[in-house]
């Protein structure tokens, strides 16, 4: 798979700057991050998304798609956990371009989701249709070209789309990043050809101002066709 300029595909980081790291040391939700041992805060938007639907049982089949540097594999490892801390009840796989330390019972692979290697080897460890539930917090680098950002963002979207159709169970979920503006009504057709039914969610733990929300997806269409060829009929959405 051709290599884009621009991207920071699969990972959550870049260099911070004086204004943003004061609103950091404030940040209510970082505090409790660093309390709860969670890696960021961005753990908390998928605490308050699973709290809401469900998303995440024991027995599961997990990926992780962007996942360093591990807080959305914490909390799904804590959710699929065994009493007493023997171990979890379910398969959790991360992904992500750059590295991320070791979290208990997590299978970690680093390369890149637009790489055809790394494609294949994700899903020689995944297998067939055995995952139940997929997420991913992939963002590309905002270059502030609403046009170029949002055709980034397209295209990671659509990435994560085509992986969930060819590995998802027959009732399994798709959460995904997005911005919202943009090529964001593209995005919501995309998931409406492509799940029986969908979601739209913005976590409190977002920052305020922030255009970042979350797409769900629930059971692939069995005629879905991957990076969002058009299709006749959509989803029922959900904004509520």
């Keep these: 798979m051709r290599k884009q300029p621009g991207y920071r595909a699969m990972s959550k980081r870049r260099k911070p700057g004086r204004a943003w790291l004061a609103r ?14 969670y890696r960021s ?13 469900r998303l995440i049982r024991p027995g599961m089949a997990v990926v992780d798609l962007g996942s360093a540097p591990g807080a959305w594999s914490q909390v799904l490892r804590e959710r699929l ?21 070791p979290i208990a019972d997590v ?24 995952l139940d539930l997929v997420v991913s917090d992939m963002a590309p680098n905002l270059s502030g070209v609403a046009a170029a950002d949002a055709a980034r963002m397209i295209d990671l979207v659509e990435l994560a789309v085509a992986f969930a159709l060819a590995h998802l169970k027959p009732d399994g979920a798709l959460l995904v990043k997005c911005f919202h ?26 920052r305020a101002g922030s255009a970042e929300t979350y797409l769900l997806g629930r059971s692939p269409k ?6 969002g ?12």
């Design 181 to 206: 503006g943009s090529g964001y009504s593209q995005l919501v057709e995309l998931f409406g050809h492509s799940f029986v039914r969908l979601a739209v969610r913005k976590p409190k733990a977002s």
């Design 222 to 227: 069995a005629t879905a066709v991957p990076a």
């Design 41 to 53: 805060r961005a753990a908390f938007k998928l605490i308050e998304i699973d709290a809401r639907d």
């Design 81 to 101: 956990a065994r009493p007493g801390g023997a171990g979890i009840d379910g398969r959790i796989v991360a992904l992500d371009l750059l590295p991320m330390e």
């Design 229 to 240: 060829a058009a299709m006749q009929g959509g989803a029922g959405l959900d904004a509520s």
């Design 107 to 130: 299978t970690f692979l680093q390369g890149d989701l637009r790489d055809e290697a790394t494609l294949r080897q994700l899903a020689a460890t995944v297998g067939g249709p055995t």
């Design 24 to 37: 950091h040391i404030d940040d209510p939700y970082v505090k409790r991050a660093r309390a709860h041992g």
